[in-house]
């Protein structure tokens, strides 16, 4: 099946896999290709429009990334977010510079002319609000471009040269920070660029199953699934695509949550279409843990042993691609999606983790998407609101709950009030108003009296955060007579904890995990 397509040129921002969601959202097939490849991308995939992403270069330095000059001078609508906006303005005559006036987060533009972009949502005169992440701008627009917009640190909030259908945005119309971000780009694709509103979950659905089939052939594939989101819909997807074919491998890594291993199990014993094997590793994992307490190590020895495991596991049903539940916050936060110039935040287990040299194939047809789309795409499948409504839960497990060298012991305590905690919020039917709830036992004692005597004990740290995607989120506002509650629980019921404290650190600056 052939879409209406637009291109997104990407030049490393943190956020492109965002712009690519919302034009999914506007109806809009699109394709994300790295600037150095972004030429070979436009001629494959003839796009309606091309999208050029920000990014963490200036384009005053040299050797800075450029567009292939064949997209700047081609007649196809453009769209430049930031850093895109300024190596339009370069390529195209303008200039961009350093300046003193940074603008990060919140933001206002005032509209000083009217565009087609923003007909029906902006008009002249009117103030809103945008999400601003930048330390250059541009200081002369190209030729022919006009200003439509300003905020105090860019004049030049967003560039206009209607006869080219050329834009540039000096803000980050693509986070949901940007409350009329979506709509802004669903006006240059839908109006601008003219693309049909013609993809959806059901299309997604039947492409992922026609591209599983096209890359394993008559292979057999063993997927790693934990029972979560992610890899549900992975395996439902890969089953619906090859039959019994899949070989579906749990991992008990002695990392997971009280009840954990028999409730996947549960979950799994009652479905016909996917052939289920759990695996009990935990004396492998634990022992390769014992004394590793730098995330990084502890997330790519694990990273390793899944893929040992599941190597073994290959051998023994004569299988040769590996199937994951990956998604796109997996990956870009561990290296650059497509080759770009992105950084590493952190190694998840499941992509930064991997080792090196692997004998299986990958197969992840969830990698460029997000949480909340995977949701969708489960409910497109058929699968319970339970499941799919269910917190993440990453693949190296309380070993990223507990800082520093885990022990069975520390496990232990921490499974105990992780399970009070959730429990707590289930009564108080808070679970689907929270992205995602857990506890942290951290390496430290603390004085503490219980009873008339002194205790020195640890410290449990309680998490809970709002997000759409996991990329950004916020704390959750738990009321403080509830969060008395579940610390008094905890206290009394888990030895070895005296002190509960919560964690109010929203994503960025924290991240959601504490490691
Ligand atoms: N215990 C496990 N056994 C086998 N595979 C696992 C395990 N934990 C994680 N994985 C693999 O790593 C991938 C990434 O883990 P991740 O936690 O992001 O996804 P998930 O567990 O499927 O969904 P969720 O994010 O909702 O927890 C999974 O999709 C799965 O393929
Ligand atoms: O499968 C996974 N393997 C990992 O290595 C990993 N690290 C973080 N996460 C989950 O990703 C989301 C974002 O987490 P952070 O803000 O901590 O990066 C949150 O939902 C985290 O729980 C992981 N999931
Ligand atoms: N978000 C961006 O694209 C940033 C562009 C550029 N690196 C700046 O700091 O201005
Ligand atoms: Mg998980």
């Given at each position: 099946?052939?879409?209406?397509t637009i291109l997104i040129v990407d030049f490393g921002?943190?956020?492109t896999?965002?712009i690519a969601?919302?034009?999914?959202?506007?109806?809009?097939f699109s394709v994300v290709a790295p600037f150095h490849e972004a030429e070979a991308a436009f001629n494959e995939h003839r796009p309606v429009g091309v999208i050029f992403s920000?990014g963490?270069a200036?384009t005053?330095?040299?050797g800075s990334p450029r567009a292939p000059q064949a997209l700047i001078d081609a007649d196809v609508p453009k769209l430049g977010i930031?850093y895109g906006?300024?190596v339009m303005?370069t390529q195209m005559?303008?200039?961009?510079?350093?300046?003193?006036?940074?603008?990060?987060?919140?933001?206002?533009?005032?509209?000083?002319?009217?565009?087609?972009?923003?007909?029906?949502?902006?008009?002249?005169?009117?103030?809103?609000?945008?999400?601003?992440?930048?330390?250059?701008?541009?200081?002369?627009?190209?030729?022919?471009?006009?200003?439509?917009?300003?905020?105090?640190?860019?004049?030049?909030?967003?560039?206009?040269?209607?006869?080219k259908?050329a834009?540039?945005?000096?803000?980050?119309?693509?986070?949901?920070?940007?409350?009329?971000?979506?709509?802004?780009?669903?006006?240059?694709?839908?109006?601008?660029a003219?693309?049909?509103?013609?993809?959806?979950?059901?299309?997604?659905?039947?492409?992922?199953?026609?591209?599983?089939?096209?890359?394993?052939?008559?292979?057999?594939?063993?997927?790693?699934?934990?029972?979560?989101?992610?890899?549900?819909?992975?395996?439902?997807?890969?089953?619906?695509?090859?039959?019994?074919?899949?070989?579906?491998?749990?991992?008990?890594?002695?990392?997971?949550?009280?009840?954990?291993?028999?409730?996947?199990?549960?979950?799994?014993?009652?479905?016909?279409?996917?052939?289920?094997?759990?695996?009990?590793?935990?004396?492998?994992?634990?022992?390769?843990?014992?004394?590793?307490?730098?995330?990084?190590?502890?997330?790519?020895?694990?990273?390793?042993?899944?893929?040992?495991?599941?190597?073994?596991?290959?051998?023994?049903?004569?299988?040769?691609?590996?199937?994951?539940?990956?998604?796109?916050?997996?990956?870009?936060?561990?290296?650059s999606a497509t080759g770009g110039p992105?950084?590493?935040?952190?190694?998840?287990?499941?992509?930064?983790?991997?080792?090196?040299?692997?004998?299986?194939?990958?197969?992840?047809?969830?990698?460029?998407?997000?949480?909340?789309?995977?949701?969708?795409?489960?409910?497109?499948?058929?699968?319970?609101?339970?499941?799919?409504?269910?917190?993440?839960?990453?693949?190296?497990?309380?070993?990223?709950?507990?800082?520093?060298?885990?022990?069975?012991?520390?496990?232990?305590?921490?499974?105990?009030?992780?399970?009070?905690?959730?429990?707590?919020?289930?009564?108080?039917?808070?679970?689907?108003?929270?992205?995602?709830?857990?506890?942290?036992?951290?390496?430290?004692?603390?004085?503490?009296?219980?009873?008339?005597?002194?205790?020195?004990?640890?410290?449990?740290?309680?998490?809970?955060?709002?997000?759409?995607?996991?990329?950004?989120?916020?704390?959750?506002?738990?009321?403080?007579?509830?969060?008395?509650?579940?610390?008094?629980?905890?206290?009394?019921?888990?030895?070895?904890?005296?002190?509960?404290?919560?964690?109010?650190?929203?994503?960025?600056?924290?991240?959601?995990?504490?490691?």
């Open positions: 099946m052939t879409h209406d921002s943190q956020v896999q965002l969601r919302r034009v999914r959202e506007a109806g809009v920000g963490p200036s005053h330095t040299e930031c906006q300024m303005t005559g303008g200039r961009a510079e350093a300046d003193d006036h940074r603008e990060f987060g919140r933001a206002e533009v005032e509209v000083v002319a009217g565009s087609p972009l923003l007909d029906g949502i902006w008009a002249p005169g009117e103030r809103h609000t945008v999400w601003m992440s930048h330390g250059d701008r541009v200081v002369e627009p190209a030729p022919g471009f006009k200003v439509i917009a300003r905020s105090p640190g860019a004049p030049f909030a967003i560039l206009a040269n209607e006869s259908r834009y540039g945005l000096m803000f980050h119309p693509e986070v949901v920070h940007t409350p009329d971000g979506a709509r802004l780009i669903e006006a240059f694709v839908r109006r601008i003219g693309a049909r509103g013609d993809w959806t979950m059901a299309t997604f659905r039947d492409e992922a199953i026609a591209s599983i089939r096209a890359q394993v052939g008559e292979g057999r594939v063993i997927c790693g699934l934990s029972g979560g989101v992610d890899s549900t819909v992975t395996a439902v997807l890969l089953a619906e695509a090859i039959g019994d074919r899949l070989t579906c491998i749990f991992v008990d890594h002695g990392l997971l949550r009280q009840n954990e291993a028999a409730d996947v199990e549960a979950m799994f014993a009652g479905r016909n279409d996917v052939i289920f094997n759990k695996v009990d590793a935990a004396d492998l994992f634990l022992e390769a843990l014992d004394g590793v307490s730098d995330p990084e190590a502890k997330r790519k020895t694990i990273g390793r042993l899944f893929v040992e495991v599941f190597e073994k596991e290959a051998r023994r049903v004569n299988g040769d691609f590996l199937a994951q539940g990956t998604l796109y916050p997996d990956v870009i936060e561990s290296v992105s950084v590493t935040i952190k190694s998840h287990h499941n992509v930064g983790g991997l080792p090196e040299r692997m004998g299986l194939k990958l197969v992840e047809p969830l990698r460029l998407l997000f949480k909340d789309e995977v949701r969708a795409l489960g409910r497109e499948l058929g699968l319970s609101e339970l499941l799919v409504g269910r917190h993440p839960f990453p693949g190296p497990g309380l070993a990223i709950r507990h800082p520093g060298p885990v022990t069975r012991e520390g496990l232990d305590v921490l499974r105990k009030a992780d399970a009070i905690y959730i429990e707590e919020i289930r009564a108080a039917g808070l679970y689907n108003a929270i992205w995602q709830a857990f506890a942290v036992l951290l390496p430290v004692q603390t004085v503490g009296v219980m009873g008339d005597a002194r205790t020195y004990e640890r410290v449990l740290a309680l998490r809970a955060v709002t997000s759409t995607d996991g990329m950004t989120a916020d704390i959750y506002p738990f009321d403080i007579n509830f969060l008395g509650r579940v610390a008094a629980r905890i206290v009394n019921e888990v030895r070895g904890v005296n002190r509960v404290v919560y964690d109010v650190t929203s994503k960025p600056p924290g991240t959601i995990e504490w490691e």
